[in-house]
Every structure is written in C-alpha cells, then in structure tokens.
C-alpha cells in the first residue's frame, strides 16, 4: 500500500470507524492506540471508544470495528471491559447477531505470561460465533519480541489496510497528506503572563470525598516508613514501605493491590527542560483543538510546565517507533531528520532495537541525542509525542486486621546494567526509595483495586501459598489476615538465596510457627552447592500436598516472577499427582486443569 493512499484519509473519513480499546490501564492504550494507529501507522483519528462504553453504542448496526485489548490477572478481561464481556458472552445472542460487522483483533501481551492475549484470542472467536466476520486473523503483539509487538503489528496492519480500504475507500475529494508532514497536535498550550494562586495538588484534589480514590483522584497517603530489609551485602534492595491511609475510606483484602502514580527524578525534569528551552516556572493551560476531544484529567488546569513533567510525561519510558516518525516531522536538521526516518522505516526495526529497545534508552536519552530536533519540539506536540506516566502495582503486604489504619508494600528497587553507561533504574521503585520520611513530610498519590487472587472464606480449607522473593508479599496479607480470623491450615513455601540476607519477615513467620499458626518451608538457593528452589521442596513434600489438595479440598497459591519459576512449580505438581495420586501423565495435566477452573490453583505472576 502506498503511503499517500494510507495518508489520504482524514478525520471526517474516518468517522464511521470504531476503534475499541482496552487494556489494564484504559487511558493509556486508548490514547496510545488513537496516537500510534490513528496517527503514525494509519494517518488518521478514527473515534476510539472504551468497550465499557460500546454496550451503549448500537454495535449491531457497526458495519467495521477494530478491537485492541489486552490480557489481565489469569485470563481475564480488564476491569473496565468486564461489562461488556458479559454483555458479549449472554448465552441468548443470536448466532447472526453481528452477521453485518467486518472486525479485527489487536491482542497486546506479554508471552512471559501463561495466559499468553488470551482474551484477544477469546474476543476474536467470540465474535466469529455471533456472526461477524474477520478481516484478518488475529494480532498477538508480544512485549517479549525482541522487536515488541511491532514485529507482529506492523505486517498485521499493512494487510488490514489493504483490507479496509477495499471495502471502505476514502472519498475522492480528499487529499493527500505529503509524508513528513505532521498531523495537527491534539491539544494547544496557551501559556500565561502570570502564575496562577493556589498550588497545583489543590487543583486535582479529590472533588469527591465520599469517593473511594481512584486513577483520577488518588489519595495522597503519608509515607510512615521505607526500612531496606535485604542485607547491606546484597545485591538487590528491597523496601518494606508503609504508608498511613487514615481518612481515606481505603479498604482492602488479602490479594488486592494498590497502585501508585510515580514521578520523574527532579534532575531529569530540569535536563528535559534545558534540551526543549522549556522554563519549569511557566504556566499554561491546556486546549483541545478538537470539540470532542477533553483535556487529560489528571493535568490541573492551569499547570505549570514542571508539573506536566515531573508528573505526567513518560520521560524515562523506552519510546516506541511512532516517537521517532512524529519526531522525524518535527526536526528541521536534515541530518537528524534522515536518522530520525530510518529508525521509524519498517526496514530499520532491527536498528532501531539495537539503539533503544534492547539497551532500554529512555525518551530523555533519546533527545539527548537529536539535540537540534529536542530544541525545535512545540510546546504544542508533547502530549502527542510523550505518553503519560502509568500507575504501578504493587501486591498489598499488610491486612487491616493486623495494621489498622495502614497498607504495606514490598518493593524491590530495580536497577541493572546494559551497554549505556548509565545503570537502568525503575522509575516507580527508585522514585519510592529515594522518599524518606525521616527528613520530612512524604506523600505519595495512591489508590486499591481488587487483586487476582482470591481466598477462601470457610475456616477449615487449607491453603497452600508458594511466594518466592517478593512474591511472598501477598500471602503475608493473606496470613494476617487468616490467622486474625483464626483460620488454620496455612502453609506457606517460601525461597530466597540466602538465610541472613533477603530472608522477608523470617521473625514473623517464626513466631506464627510457634503458636501454631502457620507450617513455613524454605528454600535457601545459594547456600548449598546444588540450587534448591521452592519446586524442589514441593517435590519433596509430595505426600503433604497430596493430602491437602485431594482429600482436604485446599486451594493453592503461587507468586513471583513469570520467567522460570511457574513453570517449575507446575512440573512439581504434575509429578506429586502422578507419583502421590498415582495418575497418568495426562491425567495429571487435567487434574491441575480442574483445579484451575475451580480457582483452587490460582497465580499471580510479572514479568
């Protein structure tokens, strides 16, 4: 497909499209969806709808939708697709019911994961069932491809335009869009003469106390603590934070999370500013140039270029390719603008990988290096070219029934090495170690959402919990909060390298020991000659979980990182069914299968 057909179709062409998107955090694959396909991979702005909204929407009467989703907790739809889901899944629809849609399925994923855009997968069959039919085969863009999920999209939507523009051709009195010329910006910055009174926490306070807080109005909850619990002589540190959340109407139960909106390090705001010739004082409020279009609700208005920064533009984020095709248009140095084009070509992906992707050079590196483009950037275009910074979860480490008033997390701070010779940090996690609420006052916008792991209310099941590293913070809520309720039957695998150095509430857990409340088993990987991890002593103790899963009705549960562990852990229970249960392989398989389905084997994992 020629460029100029892709960039002859415009806004008002693109009306009768429906882009439905969702993800784990709405806003943010909307807006990247509407920005990075509805500008930089297709050249127009197609009407982008949450599919929480859609139910509302004649879909019945929608003759083209493309669905951009994404896969949450364990193969389960987003929160805020959860109505629609059900609305699409009512058993009573008519197998012709959408017998007059061409679709398509943009699935984004992470094959780390078990549950590999498994409700893409499920929303394209679905649809095929009620009568709609698919332009093409879905898309599974991988965020572990070496590329991203480019490699997958970028030939997924040159055939889907082929497709599209088949069936629905751009008017002829359109014209076209030269290559290299940029689309309007979404919104404009009118800068004012003077700042304005009041300070900008005031301006997106929560309007609405009786609420419970959320993405758009967080709690901004006081730090207590932030204690280092790994040795000094470790190579990783780990903080147990906590944070009083008094007056919040926060409420919360064990596997629930709770998500926190990080900020950029104050030298990296004034560095940003400095390469664009932005004053962190100025102020400005914000203007859609579109009617339909509403301002970011996040963003105070008015808002001054420091907060727009530091609190909402993904400076240290790894950019995507559409950030090098927007820049390309704005840069008026042709030698950086040939650069800026060849790693945003279909031909430069593998370059463009070995410069950001795999080093993991942040956007602020990136400007760094087209220092002639940074300084000509508009004002204007930076909500266009920079997404938003997202909220991080964390698993909630602390009941309400042990702390009152108060929510713990576990965070291990991420910082490592590629070839740039600045080390990699965490944004969210070194953001949060660097608070210390020993020199001061520290507040940090918060909020809670249900978790994917859920425990079972009758006092006498048992429960299984396996959380090596980090992934044990969740069962310590689990735990408090059993133990208050005087439920028994809590076991509790725990590993880590070595016994006086990550060894996570080793007190704790041995006073539970000692009253009875809690049988803990340890893996300390590093302190033998042969690794031993927290597969191994399920193996191990293959009678006991036998007994406990098959005869006492017990519910297990695993956390930790997604890369090697889970599926060790899923081998181990395969073999303590074949040799305990005396099953089959196959049958073994089935038996964790069902347990699965009765939510009595249930994972949270991260990659």
């Not at 061409?102 to 992470?110: E, N, S, W």
């Not at 409020?285 to 008015?302: A, F, G, I, K, M």
């Not at 909630?396 to 910082?415: D, E, G, K, W």
Request: hydrophobic share 40%; charged share 20%.
């Amino acid at each position: 497909m020629e460029e100029g057909a892709r960039r002859s179709l415009n806004a008002k062409a693109a009306s009768r499209w429906r882009v439905l998107t969702e993800a784990l955090y709405p806003v943010a694959l909307s807006e990247g969806a509407g920005r990075e396909c509805g500008e930089a991979a297709w050249s127009l702005q197609p009407e982008v709808l949450h599919v929480c909204l859609f139910v509302e929407v004649n879909l019945i009467n929608e003759p083209l939708v493309i669905f951009v989703c994404a896969t949450t907790g364990q193969g389960d739809p987003p929160d805020n697709m959860k109505n629609f889901w059900r609305f699409l899944f009512r058993k009573h629809l008519p197998s012709t019911s959408l017998c007059q849609m061409d679709f398509a399925v943009l699935g984004l994923g992470d094959s780390a994961y078990a549950k590999f855009n498994f409700v893409a997968k499920k929303l394209h069959r679905r649809l095929l069932q009620l009568g709609a039919t698919a332009l093409l085969p879905v898309c599974l863009g991988d965020d572990q491809h070496e590329l991203g999920p480019d490699a997958a999209v970028d030939p997924w939507l040159h055939s889907l335009w082929e497709k599209v523009l088949g069936l629905h051709p751009g008017p002829l009195r359109l014209g076209v869009i030269p290559p290299g010329v940029p689309l309007p910006s979404k919104f404009t910055l009118q800068f004012l003469q003077e700042a304005p009174t009041g300070s900008e926490e005031q301006r997106v306070a929560r309007t609405d106390p009786q609420s419970p807080p959320s993405e758009l109005q967080p709690f901004l909850a006081h730090m207590v603590t932030n204690q280092r619990v790994t040795g000094p002589s470790h190579f990783q540190d780990v903080r147990l934070i906590e944070f009083d959340i008094s007056g919040s109407g926060i409420s919360f139960a064990a596997g629930d999370v709770v998500l926190i909106q990080p900020q950029n390090a104050a030298s990296h705001v004034q560095q940003f500013c400095q390469l664009l010739g932005l004053d962190p004082e100025w102020c400005f409020t914000l203007r859609p140039r579109e009617p339909d279009v509403s301002c970011p609700t996040r963003l105070p208005q008015p808002c001054s270029v420091r907060h727009l920064v530091s609190q909402h533009l993904d400076i240290a984020g790894v950019p995507r390719r559409s950030f090098f095709e927007q820049l390309a248009c704005l840069s008026p140095s042709e030698l950086e603008r040939d650069k800026l084009l060849e790693l945003s070509s279909a031909a430069g992906q593998e370059e463009l990988s070995q410069y950001c992707s795999r080093p993991r050079r942040t956007t602020l590196e990136v400007l760094c290096d087209f220092p002639c483009t940074a300084a000509a950037i508009p004002p204007d275009y930076l909500l266009d070219l920079i997404p938003v910074i997202r909220p991080r979860a964390f698993s909630i480490a602390s009941s309400l029934l042990a702390h009152p008033s108060r929510l713990q997390i576990l965070v291990a701070v991420v910082q490592y090495q590629t070839r740039l010779k600045e080390p990699r940090r965490g944004l969210c996690s070194s953001w949060l170690a660097s608070l210390d609420p020993g020199q001061g006052p520290v507040q940090v916008p918060l909020w809670v959402r249900p978790g994917s792991l859920t425990f079972p209310e009758t006092p006498d099941t048992p429960v299984i919990m396996v959380g090596p590293g980090t992934g044990v913070a969740p069962f310590r809520a689990a735990i408090q909060e059993r133990v208050a309720q005087g439920q028994a039957g809590n076991f509790l695998f725990f590993g880590c390298r070595w016994r006086d150095q990550d060894f996570y509430w080793e007190a704790e857990w041995k006073e539970l020991e000692k009253r009875g409340c809690l049988t803990l088993v340890t893996a300390f990987s590093r302190e033998q000659e042969q690794k031993v991890y927290v597969q191994h002593r399920l193996r191990e103790l293959g009678p006991l979980l036998w007994e406990l899963l098959d005869r006492r009705g017990a519910y297990f549960y695993l956390a930790g990182n997604a890369k090697y562990m889970p599926a060790g852990v899923s081998e181990a229970l395969t073999s303590v069914f074949q040799e305990e249960g005396g099953l089959s392989g196959p049958d073994a398989a089935a038996y964790l299968a069902r347990l699965q389905r009765a939510l009595r084997l249930q994972t949270e994992t991260w990659a």
